[in-house]
């Protein structure tokens, strides 16, 4: 069966990084894009930056410039380095494969000021 494991997730200061950490199992990873999103608390969850099966990335305007995912498909792994955390970044961050049914448990970010 399809597993999504999300890690690296903790609290940080503004303007610090993390990396977010995704492994997959139970599907042929190298042929699926990836994605990660986030959900703050009380709004709606929300997509922050994919990658296809060939490597090519998308981000949100939110993640531009500050955010970099990738994937390491001998060990079946995406990742989010996030830099330059904001406040306004403190989420729930979850791995999504290519946009269907098939979610992580999330992993918490907090970002204080």
């Known amino acids: 069966q399809v597993q999504l494991v999300e890690s690296g997730g903790g609290q940080v200061q503004a303007g610090g990084s993390l990396r977010l950490s995704c492994a997959a199992s139970?599907?042929?990873?190298?042929?699926?894009?990836m994605r990660w999103y986030r959900q703050a608390p009380g709004k709606q969850r929300e997509l922050v930056a994919e990658?296809?099966?060939?490597?090519?990335?998308t981000y949100t305007d939110s993640a531009k410039g500050r955010f970099t995912i990738s994937r390491d498909n001998a060990k079946n792994t995406v990742y989010l380095h996030m830099s330059g955390l904001k406040p306004e970044d403190t989420a729930v961050y979850y791995c999504?494969?290519?946009?269907?049914?098939?979610w992580g448990q999330g992993t918490q970010v907090t970002v204080s000021s």
């Open positions: 990658i296809a099966s060939g490597g090519s990335t």
């Open positions: 999504n494969r290519g946009g269907d049914i098939y």
């Open positions: 139970g599907f042929i990873f190298r042929l699926y894009a």
